[in-house]
């Protein structure tokens, strides 16, 4: 009589990669949400003409802090969003966020100081964004349109670090090769 064997599928985790996109989506959404979808900068609308007598047909939400910073939280941070027309967020060569990043910082100065200083007190801060964890926690605080608590991310960090195993060196690969190679020769 065989035995069956059951093989048990485990759930394939979730990419760091996919994820990640996933929350910049929802910081985009939330972000949009947030200023009903109006450009914070001029007060444009979704729906309203353009200079051109077109309607406008989005709004854009930009990071203060570049989103391209390693492990810096506030790329997931509403905090750190802005929602701007594509006038102001790209193409005004003198009122662009993009262009004229002192137009930014002089506008959030006067417009929303309590952002500015979040993102003055935490643009240097770091957090392991590969902990499934502190993403879980981003993905929570976004979904509630909250601003983001850093240290409670970093207290979760500590809690719950992530195993990261050490790539074996080119070294340490020659030395288990000679290891072996010494030994089946001293067998013979």
Not at 106 to 118: A, C, G, Q, S, T
Not at 139 to 146: H, M, S, T, Y
Not at 158 to 186: G, H, I, M, Q, Y
Request: aromatic share 6%; with cysteine.
């Amino acid at each position: 009589m065989k035995k069956k064997i059951i093989k048990i599928k485990k759930k394939k985790l979730e990419s760091i990669p996919r994820i990640n996109r996933r929350l910049f989506k929802l910081w985009s959404e939330k972000a949009r949400e947030r200023a009903n979808n109006t450009c914070e900068y001029c007060g444009r609308k979704v729906g309203d003409l353009n200079i051109d007598g077109k309607p406008l047909t989005k709004v854009d939400s930009h990071h203060i802090q570049s989103r391209k910073v390693k492990d810096n939280p506030l790329k997931f941070d509403l905090s750190n969003a802005v929602v701007v027309c594509p006038l102001h967020h790209k193409f005004s060569c003198v009122e662009s966020f993009h262009r004229s990043p002192v137009v930014t910082i002089d506008w959030l100065i006067k417009h929303h100081p309590e952002r500015y200083n979040h993102i003055l007190k935490h643009f240097k801060d770091t957090v392991d964004l590969q902990n499934r964890e502190v993403l879980r926690e981003i993905e929570a605080c976004l979904n509630e349109g909250k601003t983001l608590d850093i240290d409670k991310l970093k207290e979760i960090e500590k809690l719950n670090p992530r195993e990261v195993k050490p790539p074996k060196s080119k070294a340490t690969l020659f030395d288990e090769f000679k290891k072996s190679s010494s030994s089946s020769s001293s067998e013979s």
